[in-house]
């Protein structure tokens, strides 16, 4: 279904005023709201096409009602998304899941509701149906040659796939790894691997990126192949100037210091950008900025500061990304409240004082630069986003919105109890 642009603009008149108040309020205490606002409406958060179902765990998937079956409709649901937010205009696709028949409609049904095609996302830590070899023992690190030819062999059609709709990077995650001790020779492990992405590199068109993703644990729960930032970075810099670090938020060890992490990979070059999530205890599956958001808050305070340091462009020189499938909520509500969370999370780091943080890391002032931080992230800065999205047409509450107008029952009665292909 589309959104009915009438239908937004009602909803914005019946909220004007109230929003009036609050953005008249924030934009007074704030130095150059307009540049603010700019930002905000140039940045754009890409969605996955998996999260767009109910996700499952091991024990159980309960899944929701009027889930995209198609290709068709998970690009259709991201466009609602971008109609309510206008921070959603891309979607990043997993292959095999997300073969389209038909590249050219597929393109087209994009192009109508503004949406770009983010990374292409390779998936060899399944066995898929006919597949000769399987992944069992792992992909590019396995023992046996013909396995690791596979695993690059369709590295190699995902990218084909992607260049065909107009994607600029692959996002490789390796479930590989180990689950006990001694199942492994890490070195070997490493080097096949490493021989693997080489082989995947090397095809990459001139344009392109190819992002390393790292996870420290699960499924293999001894070892991981890219088990870290290290990990990632030794296989980037080996790779190339087109190999570069993904960070997934929840893909850390407990307590991990990824703001550190980021700042660093920045300095290097070889930050790709974000997957989006939160957790509390091991794994990725939560809304963003539900757990931690002083946290989410931090990470943004580096990624400007790094991206200005480097007169980089915040909207499109590093790839940002939801990835994130969960359990008990609607998607699409879920996905809502994700960006909005990112959205916050951006303005804030976007309103520190640069200038007054260096003077008091200086002058070794804890007290004042911690200060400046908090500050900061206690403002409620949510009129603003909400102004940004009113300007670019979109809507002052997107969740309001979609509960209002019962976009989930509209999508029921279009596609009755479907669920959403994937995962
Ligand atoms: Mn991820």
Redesign the pocket.
């Given at each position: 279904m589309r959104i009915n642009k009438t239908a937004i603009d009602q909803h914005n008149e019946a909220n004007y005023q109230e929003h009036r108040q609050k953005v008249d309020f924030i934009h007074g205490q704030l130095n150059d709201a307009e540049a603010l606002i700019q930002k905000l409406i140039d940045f754009n958060v890409a969605i996955p096409s998996w999260a767009l179902g109910t996700g499952g765990t091991r024990f159980a998937r309960f899944s929701g009602a009027g889930e995209p079956a198609t290709l068709q409709d998970k690009i259709e649901d991201v466009g609602l998304i971008h109609a309510l937010n206008n921070s959603s205009g891309a979607i990043s696709l997993h292959i095999p899941w997300d073969i389209p028949s038909d590249y050219n409609a597929i393109k087209q049904l994009a192009a109508e509701l503004n949406l770009k095609f983010d990374a292409v996302n390779s998936n060899t830590f399944q066995d898929q149906k006919g597949q000769e070899h399987s992944y069992k023992f792992g992909s590019l690190q396995h023992t046996n040659k013909a396995v690791i030819q596979q695993a690059i062999q369709h590295n190699i059609e995902v990218i084909q796939h992607g260049v065909a709709l107009g994607s600029k990077a692959l996002?490789v995650?390796l479930s590989d790894g180990s689950c006990f001790p001694g199942q492994l020779n890490f070195r070997k492990a490493f080097q096949n691997t490493l021989d693997g992405l080489q082989q995947i590199y090397a095809t990459l068109p001139s344009d392109w990126k190819v992002y390393i993703?790292y996870?420290a644990f699960e499924p293999n729960f001894y070892s991981t192949t890219v088990g870290d930032w290290g990990q990632s970075l030794l296989y980037a810099n080996k790779l190339g100037p087109k190999a570069f670090t993904?960070v997934?938020l929840?893909?850390h060890l407990p307590n991990a210091n990824i703001e550190q992490i980021v700042a660093l990979l920045m300095m290097e070059e070889k930050l790709a950008g974000f997957?989006f999530?939160d957790s509390k205890y091991g794994d990725?599956d939560l809304t963003v900025g539900s757990i931690k958001p002083y946290q989410l808050f931090l990470i943004f305070n580096e990624l400007v500061e790094g991206m200005d340091a480097r007169g980089m462009n915040h909207a499109t020189d590093l790839g940002w990304?939801i990835?994130a499938s969960h359990n008990v909520k609607d998607p699409l509500e879920d996905l809502l409240q994700s960006v909005e969370a990112i959205m916050i999370s951006y303005a804030q780091a976007l309103l520190v004082d640069r200038v007054a943080l260096n003077e008091a890391q200086q002058n070794n002032d804890v007290v004042a630069a911690q200060e400046i931080l908090q500050n900061v992230f206690r403002t409620d800065v949510r009129a603003i986003v909400a102004e940004a999205r009113l300007r670019a047409g979109a809507a002052i509450n997107p969740l309001q919105f979609y509960r209002t107008e019962q976009v989930r029952n509209q999508l029921i009665n279009q596609r009755g109890n479907s669920i959403a292909s994937g995962l």
């Amino acid at each position: 279904m589309r959104i009915n642009k009438t239908a937004i603009d009602q909803h914005n008149e019946a909220n004007y005023q109230e929003h009036r108040q609050k953005v008249d309020f924030i934009h007074g205490q704030l130095n150059d709201a307009e540049a603010l606002i700019q930002k905000l409406i140039d940045f754009n958060v890409a969605i996955p096409s998996w999260a767009l179902g109910t996700g499952g765990t091991r024990f159980a998937r309960f899944s929701g009602a009027g889930e995209p079956a198609t290709l068709q409709d998970k690009i259709e649901d991201v466009g609602l998304i971008h109609a309510l937010n206008n921070s959603s205009g891309a979607i990043s696709l997993h292959i095999p899941w997300d073969i389209p028949s038909d590249y050219n409609a597929i393109k087209q049904l994009a192009a109508e509701l503004n949406l770009k095609f983010d990374a292409v996302n390779s998936n060899t830590f399944q066995d898929q149906k006919g597949q000769e070899h399987s992944y069992k023992f792992g992909s590019l690190q396995h023992t046996n040659k013909a396995v690791i030819q596979q695993a690059i062999q369709h590295n190699i059609e995902v990218i084909q796939h992607g260049v065909a709709l107009g994607s600029k990077a692959l996002t490789v995650w390796l479930s590989d790894g180990s689950c006990f001790p001694g199942q492994l020779n890490f070195r070997k492990a490493f080097q096949n691997t490493l021989d693997g992405l080489q082989q995947i590199y090397a095809t990459l068109p001139s344009d392109w990126k190819v992002y390393i993703e790292y996870k420290a644990f699960e499924p293999n729960f001894y070892s991981t192949t890219v088990g870290d930032w290290g990990q990632s970075l030794l296989y980037a810099n080996k790779l190339g100037p087109k190999a570069f670090t993904l960070v997934d938020l929840g893909h850390h060890l407990p307590n991990a210091n990824i703001e550190q992490i980021v700042a660093l990979l920045m300095m290097e070059e070889k930050l790709a950008g974000f997957h989006f999530n939160d957790s509390k205890y091991g794994d990725d599956d939560l809304t963003v900025g539900s757990i931690k958001p002083y946290q989410l808050f931090l990470i943004f305070n580096e990624l400007v500061e790094g991206m200005d340091a480097r007169g980089m462009n915040h909207a499109t020189d590093l790839g940002w990304m939801i990835d994130a499938s969960h359990n008990v909520k609607d998607p699409l509500e879920d996905l809502l409240q994700s960006v909005e969370a990112i959205m916050i999370s951006y303005a804030q780091a976007l309103l520190v004082d640069r200038v007054a943080l260096n003077e008091a890391q200086q002058n070794n002032d804890v007290v004042a630069a911690q200060e400046i931080l908090q500050n900061v992230f206690r403002t409620d800065v949510r009129a603003i986003v909400a102004e940004a999205r009113l300007r670019a047409g979109a809507a002052i509450n997107p969740l309001q919105f979609y509960r209002t107008e019962q976009v989930r029952n509209q999508l029921i009665n279009q596609r009755g109890n479907s669920i959403a292909s994937g995962l």
